[in-house]
């Protein structure tokens, strides 16, 4: 009768039905239309998958708010850019809830933050080219702990020794903040082992190991790009290395780059 229904269960997303209840894999995805020709009555059984992450409040049902669950952080920035998932308090918020494969470069087009419940890792996977996160114009990402939370926990994200770019590009008028509790490790670029940025980056606190770079073993800031950096202190965090000029930090013609410990 057209009557909405909402299949929730915490920590698990919903892939599908099937008529076999033993099934792991779905016959029909969410909104299909099922046709059935029998004249009995049936039973149609919900595939479940342990999630990897969840957009908090994500969604409105009886007039509450509720998380929605993804068995992959790609699909919940794609649903956050198509629309498809509602903005809380200005802002989409992913709470990773275990170790989480990308394979394929995250676009982040609109507000998002990204935390961690746990010690959990974002890592690239073998097919992974390009850069982990691309930061948009006009957008800001925000990863590791949010003061307003009053929780701390670690959030790492891991890339490869060969075969991508950097961990975070930030275009142009776009920004991105590194909070306490990130970890950003294991990867290698030709600029930038961890970050790349064009635009505008605040980084306070977080932490870095074994990454390396042609240039910029840590942060490369392309030319009038803008960065502060507060408390973070990469050589002593682990090994970081550029195979020709800026072990940690490599800064172009006419960018910024704002250093203190306070």
Known sequence: DGEEVLFARPGYSLVGFSFDKTSTEPEYLPKDIVEVTMKKDFILYAIWKESCCYVENGAQFNGKNVNIYYTTLEKAIDDITSGKVKAFDGRYKVVVTADCQ????????????IVSNG??????????????????GGVALTMGNVASDGVVTTLSVKGKTSGMNSLVKVSTSGNFVANEGLRLYDNYASAGGGIYVE?????????VKNLSAENGGVL???TYGKVIINGTKFASS??????NY??????????????SYA
Request: aromatic share 10%.
């Open 238 to 243: 682990g090994s970081v290395f550029a195979n």
């Open 119 to 136: 010690a959990y890792t974002i890592s690239a996977g073998e097919a992974m080219s390009g850069n982990l996160f691309v930061v948009n």
């Open 246 to 259: 800026g072990g940690a930090i490599y800064a172009d013609n006419k960018s910024t780059v704002d250093i």
């Open 102 to 113: 990308v394979n394929n470069t995250i676009q982040i087009s609109k507000n998002v933050v």
């Open 199 to 207: 635009g505008n980056a605040t980084l306070a606190n977080f932490d």
């Open 220 to 222: 490369y800031v392309a």
